[in-house]
């Protein structure tokens, strides 16, 4: 069995509990492919039973990886789409983080988590990724793909930016605001949520268009079907604007349209037995804590 280990960064006070998670997975696995940063990190602090791999790039981690495990917060977890890509090979967030979404598994869970994982007691969720087409190659290093949102933002302290946004060809709406986002069912939980967005379940098969901070009070998020192309043509006062799919950001100079659509691909989360994404909001959000419960 050979496993990706890919990570930020943590707190020391999270050290035993990674050690732990090491010793238990080198029970089965063979060889650990680690990303070159996280190991740099690691390696001052953890030694290494089974022998180790780096990579720097998606070619360097074989398709037949058993999975990959992200360390960290939801914001880890999105870091591994570019390595992970159409592999398929799935993803277990350990969370180190805050909040934690996706990087579901908390510390005091990891140990049965990981006995789980090698005893494969788990299922896959299958999530579904947005693509990004304006008709410039070199977009996000030739992977425009989002699992969380595509955002169109205004850069800095300047003024508001106009976007049209048109759903498979019929206009839907001029937005004046600071930006606009195209959201997943798994974005749901992000960025969308903090803007007012709706919460929607994994499965729902859908797509959710949100208006940043827009200067007119009766625009809400709309949902549509994820089958849609949804066009937005960005214009402005200011010559150019942000780009963000998930937590990658490029400027881009308007006017231009923008095409977003279902990738022909999705990511792979695992998620262990005893873990839903119900289960997930009730104790992220703190729903049901109440005494007449």
């Known amino acids: 069995m050979q496993i990706a280990l890919f990570g930020r960064k943590f707190d020391r006070e999270f050290l035993p509990v990674i050690e732990k998670m090491i010793r238990l997975l080198e029970v089965k696995v063979s060889k650990f492919f680690i990303h070159k940063r996280f190991y740099d990190f690691?390696?001052?602090?953890?030694?290494?039973?089974?022998?180790?791999?780096?990579?720097?790039?998606?070619?360097?981690?074989?398709?037949?990886?058993?999975?990959?495990?992200?360390?960290?917060?939801?914001?880890?977890?999105?870091?591994?789409?570019?390595?992970?890509?159409?592999?398929?090979?799935?993803?277990?967030?350990?969370?180190?983080?805050?909040?934690?979404?996706?990087?579901?598994?908390?510390?005091?869970?990891?140990?049965?988590?990981?006995?789980?994982?090698?005893?494969?007691?788990?299922?896959?969720?299958?999530?579904?990724?947005?693509?990004?087409?304006?008709?410039?190659?070199?977009?996000?290093?030739?992977?425009?793909?989002?699992?969380?949102?595509?955002?169109?933002?205004?850069?800095?302290?300047?003024?508001?930016?106009?976007?049209?946004?048109?759903?498979?060809?019929?206009?839907?709406?001029?937005?004046w605001a600071d930006g606009l986002m195209v959201a997943t069912p798994t974005?749901?939980?992000?960025?969308?949520?903090?803007?007012?967005?709706?919460?929607?379940?994994?499965?729902s098969e859908n797509f959710i268009i949100t208006p940043i901070a827009s200067h007119n009070l009766t625009v809400r998020p709309i949902v549509i079907k994820d089958e849609s192309v949804v066009k937005l043509r960005v214009e402005g006062r200011v010559k150019s604007h942000l780009l963000l799919m998930d937590s990658r950001s490029i400027p881009l100079e308007n006017p231009v349209d923008l095409y977003v659509k279902k990738a022909d691909f999705s990511i792979n989360l695992i998620c262990i037995e005893h873990n839903d994404f119900f289960k997930t909001i009730r104790n992220k959000l703190a729903w049901g804590f109440d005494k007449r419960n």
């Open 42 to 175: 690691l390696k001052e602090q953890v030694s290494f039973q089974k022998p180790v791999d780096i990579f720097s790039d998606y070619t360097q981690i074989p398709y037949d990886c058993f999975c990959m495990i992200s360390v960290g917060g939801d914001g880890t977890l999105l870091d591994t789409l570019p390595y992970i890509r159409s592999s398929e090979i799935p993803v277990l967030g350990i969370n180190t983080g805050r909040l934690g979404f996706l990087s579901a598994v908390s510390s005091d869970e990891m140990e049965e988590s990981v006995d789980a994982l090698l005893s494969g007691r788990f299922r896959i969720d299958r999530r579904s990724l947005l693509m990004l087409d304006s008709g410039q190659e070199k977009l996000f290093e030739n992977f425009p793909y989002a699992l969380n949102e595509f955002s169109v933002l205004k850069r800095d302290n300047t003024t508001m930016i106009s976007i049209s946004a048109y759903v498979d060809g019929s206009y839907l709406n001029t937005y």
């Open 187 to 203: 974005g749901s939980t992000g960025y969308s949520l903090s803007c007012g967005g709706p919460i929607i379940s994994p499965d």
